[in-house]
């Protein structure tokens, strides 16, 4: 079984999706198969227009590629379309002696470039839209959107041999696209091991927030628009009117956010009880994850929740939003407090758990064996029946819908 995932970037800036294919490409290995992963050098998500695009640094590749067989590309102009000759070329020499081609991410270049590819050498493909697909988002960028859904995005869906979604929500809310191509689910998933052993909570604590000791919440993600970062503040100041905290957010300014959301902490007479670290990684973001008293996430829209997982398999009690599509999951496991993404009811929750030793106890056991359901050993399995199917889906017309 030989699989090339097809992504749009390397960077540990580029999202979730770097990591799935980073992750499943190992994982196919692992299980004896043969795995590649192609991106392009772009430093920054491509569908940021903040910030000035550049060339990717060793530093900053995402360190889920580092034991995979992984190429990057360069990209030239235009670079918001994250555009590769190089990698037009690369694909026409691979793909034919591939078995699978899985396209991560949409509205790119290289989407295009290996849905392309893979009709032309007549290899299956897998497309998985990684939440691109989601009606919130859908209203973004609308007109670029239809002209690319026009050009070739609707021909490259609806040849796919399967449409990858990695929950039940993400099947029903892209339920209307390319309704005759079968659906497969097969979730995200961890390594939860990475996460048994944490740093003390001190460290973070002694260094990003002067020795602060008391209740302290924390989000921890790329700081973007969809992330509900501003719901969040906004909560907090209604939790700060009934007891006091500190609210950590950590992780990279990809949105350009960061200065509207400081005026937001300032304005709502919070700014000093709010820190903004920027991005940790590796032993520095499981630092955080160990300070924390409550992980939270009020998303207006997230497609899976990666970073749900990784902060219950840390022991970390949970606070999310019901626009998370694993919130369904995992509030039928009580495994996390699951709230509006709306500012007073979000406090409500947070207050919950801040004033709740046992609570926040409970959902740390209940949230470490949910992530255990997540691990790799388990979704491995799903992963490769998912490639199997769509080897024995080449030149296939049944619309029969699959759920892993």
């Known amino acids: 079984m030989r699989i090339l995932n097809v ?31 192609f991106a392009t050098d772009l430093a920054l998500a491509p569908w940021g227009w903040m910030q000035r695009q550049r060339p990717i640094r060793p530093d900053e590749l995402h360190p889920s590629l580092a034991p995979t067989d992984f190429e990057l590309f360069p990209t030239r102009v235009p670079r918001r379309l994250a555009r590769s000759p190089a990698m037009v070329r690369a694909l026409r020499t691979e793909v034919p002696d591939c078995d699978v081609v899985h396209i991560h991410n949409l509205w790119q270049h290289p989407q295009y470039a290996a849905f392309r590819a893979a009709r032309e050498a007549r290899v299956p493909y897998i497309v998985s839209p990684h939440g691109a697909l989601d009606p919130y988002l859908r209203q973004r960028g609308r007109l670029r959107k239809a002209v690319t859904s026009a ?110 959301l400081e005026r937001l902490a300032e304005n709502s007479g919070i700014g000093s009880q709010v ?7 590796g ?14 996430l009020s998303s207006h829209t997230e497609n899976f929740g990666i970073a749900v997982m990784e902060a219950m398999a840390a022991g970390c009690p949970v606070a999310i939003s019901r626009e998370v599509n694993l919130a369904e999951e995992v509030a039928d496991a009580n495994a996390g407090l699951v709230a509006e993404a709306e500012p007073r009811a979000f406090a409500a929750g947070l207050l919950k758990l801040l004033g709740d030793p046992e609570r926040r106890r409970s959902l740390s056991r209940a949230g470490r064996e949910f992530a255990s359901r997540y691990d790799w050993s388990e979704v491995t399995p799903r992963l490769l029946d998912m490639y199997r199917m769509a080897m024995g889906r080449k030149g296939s017309a049944s619309p029969t819908v699959q759920v892993g």
């Open 7 to 37: 992504v749009v970037g390397a960077s540990v800036r580029t999202g979730g999706a770097t990591a799935f294919a980073a992750e499943a490409a190992v994982a196919t290995s692992r299980a004896g198969g043969e795995a590649r992963v």
């Open 151 to 260: 050009l070739w995005q609707r021909r490259m869906l609806e040849g796919a041999a399967l449409i990858h979604v990695t929950t039940s929500s993400e099947m029903r809310l892209i339920s209307d696209i390319a309704p005759d191509v079968p659906r497969v689910i097969v979730p995200c998933a961890v390594d939860t091991a990475d996460f048994a052993a944490l740093p003390p909570p001190h460290e973070f604590r002694e260094r990003h927030l002067a020795g602060y000791s008391g209740p302290l919440v924390v989000f921890l993600g790329r700081v973007t628009e969809k992330k509900g970062v501003d719901v969040l503040i906004k909560s907090f100041a209604h939790v700060l009117e009934h007891q006091p905290a500190r609210l950590a957010v950590v992780g990279p300014d990809d949105g350009g956010q960061r200065p509207r």
């Open 275 to 281: 820190d903004f670290v920027g991005g940790l990684y």
């Open 283 to 296: 032993r520095d973001r499981l630092a955080a994850l160990s300070a924390a008293d409550v992980w939270a």
